[in-house]
Protein backbone atom coordinates (compact mmCIF):
# COMPACT_ATOMS: atom_id res chain seq x y z
CA UNK A 1 0.00 0.00 0.00
CA UNK A 2 1.29 3.24 -1.13
CA UNK A 3 -1.11 5.25 1.38
CA UNK A 4 -1.90 8.36 0.72
CA UNK A 5 -0.09 10.12 -2.08
CA UNK A 6 0.29 13.64 -3.01
CA UNK A 7 1.70 15.79 -6.43
CA UNK A 8 3.27 17.60 -7.29
CA UNK A 9 6.13 18.02 -3.93
CA UNK A 10 6.58 21.79 -5.01
CA UNK A 11 5.27 24.12 -7.18
CA UNK A 12 5.70 27.99 -8.08
CA UNK A 13 2.89 30.05 -9.28
CA UNK A 14 2.53 32.96 -10.52
CA UNK A 15 -0.66 35.55 -8.95
CA UNK A 16 -3.75 34.80 -10.51
CA UNK A 17 -2.61 31.24 -12.00
CA UNK A 18 -4.44 28.13 -11.53
CA UNK A 19 -3.54 24.71 -10.75
CA UNK A 20 -4.85 21.38 -9.39
CA UNK A 21 -3.16 19.60 -6.26
CA UNK A 22 -3.57 15.87 -6.50
CA UNK A 23 -4.17 12.99 -3.55
CA UNK A 24 -4.86 9.89 -4.05
CA UNK A 25 -5.40 6.90 -1.78
CA UNK A 26 -5.42 3.10 -2.00
CA UNK A 27 -6.96 2.34 1.49
CA UNK A 28 -10.53 2.28 0.98
CA UNK A 29 -11.28 4.88 3.13
CA UNK A 30 -14.31 6.87 3.28
CA UNK A 31 -13.16 10.24 4.63
CA UNK A 32 -10.69 12.50 3.00
CA UNK A 33 -9.49 15.67 3.64
CA UNK A 34 -8.02 18.75 2.57
CA UNK A 35 -5.15 20.81 5.62
CA UNK A 36 -3.07 24.12 5.18
CA UNK A 37 -0.10 24.38 6.92
CA UNK A 38 1.28 28.11 7.37
CA UNK A 39 4.66 29.06 8.84
CA UNK A 40 4.84 28.32 13.21
CA UNK A 41 1.05 27.55 13.17
CA UNK A 42 -0.91 24.38 13.05
CA UNK A 43 -2.62 22.31 9.91
CA UNK A 44 -6.15 24.50 9.59
CA UNK A 45 -8.89 22.25 7.55
CA UNK A 46 -9.91 23.45 4.35
CA UNK A 47 -12.48 20.92 2.86
CA UNK A 48 -13.25 17.63 3.39
CA UNK A 49 -15.67 14.61 2.20
CA UNK A 50 -17.58 11.48 3.81
CA UNK A 51 -17.43 9.76 0.91
CA UNK A 52 -17.76 9.87 -2.93
CA UNK A 53 -19.77 12.98 -4.40
CA UNK A 54 -19.99 14.64 -0.76
CA UNK A 55 -18.31 17.37 0.16
CA UNK A 56 -18.06 20.03 2.82
CA UNK A 57 -16.61 23.27 3.81
CA UNK A 58 -13.98 23.42 6.73
CA UNK A 59 -12.46 26.30 8.40
CA UNK A 60 -10.76 27.75 5.62
CA UNK A 61 -12.36 27.26 2.17
CA UNK A 62 -12.54 30.39 0.67
CA UNK A 63 -10.23 30.63 -3.04
CA UNK A 64 -10.12 26.41 -3.06
CA UNK A 65 -12.61 24.12 -4.22
CA UNK A 66 -12.53 19.85 -4.19
CA UNK A 67 -14.27 17.50 -5.93
CA UNK A 68 -14.89 13.84 -4.74
CA UNK A 69 -15.76 11.68 -7.91
CA UNK A 70 -14.29 8.51 -6.80
CA UNK A 71 -13.15 7.56 -3.43
CA UNK A 72 -9.90 7.34 -3.80
CA UNK A 73 -9.09 10.48 -5.57
CA UNK A 74 -9.30 13.93 -3.86
CA UNK A 75 -8.04 17.23 -5.87
CA UNK A 76 -7.76 20.47 -4.47
CA UNK A 77 -8.49 23.21 -7.33
CA UNK A 78 -7.27 26.97 -6.81
CA UNK A 79 -8.78 29.19 -9.62
CA UNK A 80 -6.77 31.81 -8.94
CA UNK A 81 -3.84 31.91 -7.06
CA UNK A 82 -2.78 34.81 -4.27
CA UNK A 83 0.22 34.94 -1.95
CA UNK A 84 -2.10 34.17 1.03
CA UNK A 85 -2.29 30.71 -0.83
CA UNK A 86 1.64 30.58 -0.35
CA UNK A 87 1.57 27.22 2.38
CA UNK A 88 2.17 23.39 2.95
CA UNK A 89 -0.91 21.45 1.83
CA UNK A 90 -1.69 17.88 3.35
CA UNK A 91 -4.17 15.54 1.88
CA UNK A 92 -5.55 12.85 4.67
CA UNK A 93 -7.85 10.18 4.92
CA UNK A 94 -9.23 8.20 7.53
CA UNK A 95 -11.64 5.04 7.99
CA UNK A 96 -14.20 5.21 11.00
CA UNK A 97 -13.72 1.84 12.96
CA UNK A 98 -16.83 1.93 15.72
CA UNK A 99 -15.77 0.04 18.94
CA UNK A 100 -18.96 -0.80 21.45
CA UNK A 101 -17.01 0.03 24.49
CA UNK A 102 -14.88 3.27 22.68
CA UNK A 103 -17.21 4.52 20.84
CA UNK A 104 -15.65 5.69 17.30
CA UNK A 105 -12.22 5.20 15.68
CA UNK A 106 -11.07 7.88 13.69
CA UNK A 107 -7.07 7.88 13.02
CA UNK A 108 -6.15 10.18 9.77
CA UNK A 109 -3.60 9.17 7.79
CA UNK A 110 -1.41 11.74 5.90
CA UNK A 111 0.10 12.13 2.82
CA UNK A 112 3.53 13.76 2.31
CA UNK A 113 2.37 17.41 1.51
CA UNK A 114 2.93 19.60 -1.01
CA UNK A 115 5.31 23.05 -0.91
CA UNK A 116 3.12 26.17 -2.80
CA UNK A 117 4.55 29.44 -3.33
CA UNK A 118 2.72 32.10 -4.96
CA UNK A 119 4.34 35.20 -5.99
CA UNK B 1 -16.28 26.17 18.10
CA UNK B 2 -13.52 24.02 19.57
CA UNK B 3 -9.84 25.48 20.00
CA UNK B 4 -6.60 23.65 20.52
CA UNK B 5 -3.59 25.72 22.35
CA UNK B 6 -0.20 24.24 22.58
CA UNK B 7 1.16 27.13 24.88
CA UNK B 8 5.26 26.03 23.76
CA UNK B 9 6.33 26.45 20.36
CA UNK B 10 9.74 24.67 21.57
CA UNK B 11 10.81 22.17 23.93
CA UNK B 12 14.42 21.45 24.61
CA UNK B 13 15.10 18.88 27.31
CA UNK B 14 17.91 16.46 28.01
CA UNK B 15 18.12 12.55 26.67
CA UNK B 16 16.91 10.86 30.20
CA UNK B 17 15.08 14.12 31.73
CA UNK B 18 11.02 13.78 31.89
CA UNK B 19 9.14 15.83 29.27
CA UNK B 20 6.00 17.12 29.45
CA UNK B 21 4.16 18.78 26.23
CA UNK B 22 1.20 20.64 26.83
CA UNK B 23 -2.32 21.18 25.41
CA UNK B 24 -5.46 22.75 26.40
CA UNK B 25 -8.67 22.73 24.56
CA UNK B 26 -12.07 24.38 24.75
CA UNK B 27 -14.80 22.16 23.42
CA UNK B 28 -18.47 22.25 24.86
CA UNK B 29 -19.10 18.61 24.14
CA UNK B 30 -16.87 15.35 25.31
CA UNK B 31 -14.04 15.37 22.34
CA UNK B 32 -11.81 12.71 21.25
CA UNK B 33 -8.50 14.23 21.85
CA UNK B 34 -5.34 13.50 19.77
CA UNK B 35 -1.58 13.56 19.89
CA UNK B 36 0.20 13.20 16.29
CA UNK B 37 3.91 13.58 15.97
CA UNK B 38 6.10 14.42 13.06
CA UNK B 39 9.72 13.48 12.55
CA UNK B 40 11.75 14.59 10.60
CA UNK B 41 10.88 14.04 6.88
CA UNK B 42 8.11 11.55 7.69
CA UNK B 43 4.68 11.94 7.24
CA UNK B 44 2.62 13.94 9.86
CA UNK B 45 1.38 10.16 11.92
CA UNK B 46 -0.98 9.20 15.46
CA UNK B 47 1.36 9.03 18.27
CA UNK B 48 -2.01 8.08 20.63
CA UNK B 49 -5.60 9.02 21.54
CA UNK B 50 -7.00 9.43 24.79
CA UNK B 51 -9.91 6.88 24.22
CA UNK B 52 -7.32 3.74 23.99
CA UNK B 53 -5.67 5.19 27.09
CA UNK B 54 -2.64 3.47 26.04
CA UNK B 55 1.25 4.02 25.89
CA UNK B 56 2.98 4.06 22.78
CA UNK B 57 7.15 4.88 22.79
CA UNK B 58 6.66 5.25 26.63
CA UNK B 59 4.61 8.55 25.78
CA UNK B 60 1.33 8.78 27.61
CA UNK B 61 -1.78 11.46 27.93
CA UNK B 62 -4.53 11.73 30.26
CA UNK B 63 -7.53 13.46 29.57
CA UNK B 64 -8.07 16.14 32.54
CA UNK B 65 -11.98 17.60 31.54
CA UNK B 66 -11.79 19.21 34.64
CA UNK B 67 -8.91 21.51 33.34
CA UNK B 68 -9.60 20.90 29.65
CA UNK B 69 -6.42 19.44 29.25
CA UNK B 70 -4.59 16.71 27.31
CA UNK B 71 -0.79 16.58 28.48
CA UNK B 72 1.66 14.64 26.38
CA UNK B 73 4.24 12.76 28.98
CA UNK B 74 7.54 10.77 29.15
CA UNK B 75 9.25 9.94 32.13
CA UNK B 76 12.73 9.36 29.76
CA UNK B 77 12.89 11.39 27.26
CA UNK B 78 15.16 9.98 24.14
CA UNK B 79 17.12 11.59 21.32
CA UNK B 80 14.56 9.32 19.00
CA UNK B 81 12.12 11.82 20.14
CA UNK B 82 12.94 14.47 18.52
CA UNK B 83 10.10 15.74 16.36
CA UNK B 84 7.28 18.23 16.11
CA UNK B 85 4.26 17.15 18.37
CA UNK B 86 0.67 17.93 17.48
CA UNK B 87 -2.44 17.64 20.04
CA UNK B 88 -5.84 17.27 17.70
CA UNK B 89 -9.17 17.10 18.84
CA UNK B 90 -12.45 15.70 17.25
CA UNK B 91 -15.98 16.22 18.21
CA UNK B 92 -16.41 13.05 20.10
CA UNK B 93 -19.52 10.68 18.99
CA UNK B 94 -19.32 11.75 15.21
CA UNK B 95 -17.03 8.86 12.76
CA UNK B 96 -15.05 10.50 10.70
CA UNK B 97 -15.17 13.84 11.91
CA UNK B 98 -12.66 17.15 11.25
CA UNK B 99 -9.61 17.66 13.80
CA UNK B 100 -8.51 20.61 15.00
CA UNK B 101 -4.80 21.55 15.39
CA UNK B 102 -2.78 23.45 18.29
CA UNK B 103 -0.12 24.94 16.92
CA UNK B 104 2.00 22.61 17.53
CA UNK B 105 5.56 21.79 19.65
CA UNK B 106 8.68 21.48 18.46
CA UNK B 107 10.89 19.25 20.70
CA UNK B 108 14.02 18.98 20.81
CA UNK B 109 16.31 15.87 22.77
CA UNK B 110 19.74 16.99 23.36
CA UNK B 111 22.40 13.97 24.38
Known amino acids: NAGVTQTPKFRILKIGQSMTLQCTQD?????MYWYRQDPGMGLKLIYYSVGAGITDKGEVPNGYNVSRSTTEDFPLRLELAAPSQTSVYFC??????????????????FGPGTRLTVL | AQRVTQPEKLLSVFKGAPVELKCNYSYSGSPELFWYVQYSRQRLQLLLRHISRESIKGFTADLNKGETSFHLKKPFAQEEDSAMYYC?????????????FGEGTQLTVNP
Open chain 1, 27 to 31: MNHNY
Open chain 1, 92 to 109: ASSQSISRPRSGAYNEQF
Open chain 2, 88 to 100: ALSPGGTSGSRLT
